[in-house]
């Protein structure tokens, strides 16, 4: 059985070093040396100033919104997880849908200033598959309004633009390290912040408000990595370059063999990509759920990622309709593509959508 993707798992002699190191020492979690030495490499290889590590990426949104004393109305992607939307309402704040660019599938920075109103307290784009979104035009916006902006950019590990991590715009940046994810700690997550007191106050937020013993001062949650996730990330950074190339590989045979004749994601022209998606768009949604089926006539699963659009959710009382992030969602599919994905099995994936074109 093929899936979309399929988690790395490290060289187990490697991560049984740092159980052994875990069970010397006898500390499981609360900031652990081991989370400690992965914020600093993590620091180093994205190229970041501040970074908490976080639980999952859900958290790393909340925290997040909670650490900006959000009120009132979010601007955000139709077009995304449904954890992108859903973390705004579990923090009694009202999504409102901005429509996506049709070609780009990021928040459509043009469309945001119709949502603007006297509640509107911040803007949450997702750098959707890595392509980083237009940050200037969603600055400007921003700027205009005194709005916050916090980039979900759960995708976008190791994402470049103009040659400096994609993750230093906005207020916030927030990574997901679930075992989906290009990077993985097998759930875990992580807040970039660019305010150094922002920083320190996220670090009391999730951890219950409790800077030492025998004090409390701040209203927190329970949001922290602990060190059994935190080795997985160690051993998993160490072959970043590994999984890239790989990824790498099997993106542009994707890319050479599908051109042309599969309308794909146009991506940011000064971006960099990092592999973590391959999705397609059919002519139209019967098309899609066609060569799905045929996908899975062979036991190859694509995903239908992002479906449904966030707009149509029913505990969310939608605005009003995103057209194009309905029609995108409608008949786009992700296809297979992991470190380790044979060959000839991609070859059967792209004859197979071929095959099924007319
Ligand atoms: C994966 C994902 C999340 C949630 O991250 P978890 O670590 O699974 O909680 C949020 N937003 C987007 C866009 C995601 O893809």
Same mark, same amino acid.
């Given at each position: 059985m093929i899936n979309v993707t399929k988690t790395y798992l490290p060289d187990i002699n490697k991560y049984k070093k740092y159980v052994d190191k875990i069970y010397a020492s006898n500390y499981l979690t609360n900031y652990g040396p081991l989370v400690q030495e992965l914020e600093e490499k993590l620091k180093s290889y994205l190229g970041v100033k501040n970074l908490i590590l976080v639980s999952n990426g859900t958290l790393a949104l909340q925290v997040a919104y909670k650490a900006l004393q959000l009120k009132g109305e979010v601007i955000t992607s139709p077009? $995304? @997880?449904?954890a992108t939307a859903s973390s705004i309402i579990w923090e009694n704040l009202k999504p409102i849908f901005s429509d996506i660019d049709p070609l780009t599938f990021n928040i459509d920075p043009a469309k945001i200033e119709e949502k603007v109103n006297e509640f509107t307290s911040c803007i949450v784009p997702v750098h959707v598959f890595g392509n980083p979104c237009e940050v200037d035009k969603i600055n400007c916006v921003a700027q205009k309004y005194n709005l916050k902006v916090i980039y979900d950019?759960? *995708?976008? @590990?190791g994402v470049k633009l103009n040659g400096q $991590?994609? =993750?230093? @715009?906005?207020d916030i940046s927030t990574l997901s390290f679930h075992s989906?994810?290009?990077? *993985? $700690?097998?759930e875990g997550g992580a807040i970039i912040v660019q305010d150094d007191d922002l920083a320190k106050q996220i670090r009391l937020l999730i951890n219950f408000?409790? #800077?030492? #013993?025998?004090r409390v001062i701040s209203l927190g949650i329970n949001a922290k990595m602990n060190e059994f996730q935190a080795a997985m990330g160690l051993c998993v950074l160490e072959d970043m370059d590994l999984i890239f190339q790989e990824r790498k590989t099997i993106w542009e045979n994707y890319y050479n063999e599908l051109k042309g004749s599969f309308e794909m994601q146009v991506l940011h022209a000064n971006g960099s990509n990092n592999y973590n998606y391959f999705p397609v768009l059919f002519e139209n949604e019967e098309k899609m759920l066609r060569v799905r089926a045929a996908l899975n006539a062979k036991d190859i699963y694509p995903r239908r %990622? @992002? %479906? #449904?659009? =966030?707009?149509? =959710?029913?505990y969310i009382n939608a605005n009003s309709p995103c057209k194009h992030s309905r029609n995108v969602s409608s008949r786009i599919l992700c296809l297979p593509i992991y470190p380790g994905l044979d060959l000839n099995v991609q070859n059967i994936i792209v004859s197979t959508l071929k095959d099924n074109f007319n």
């Open positions: 077009f $995304s @997880f449904v950019a759960a *995708h976008a @590990f $991590s994609v =993750l230093n @715009f906005g989906t994810k290009v990077f *993985h $700690s097998i408000g409790i #800077p030492g #013993p025998d %990622y @992002f %479906y #449904p659009s =966030l707009d149509n =959710l029913e």
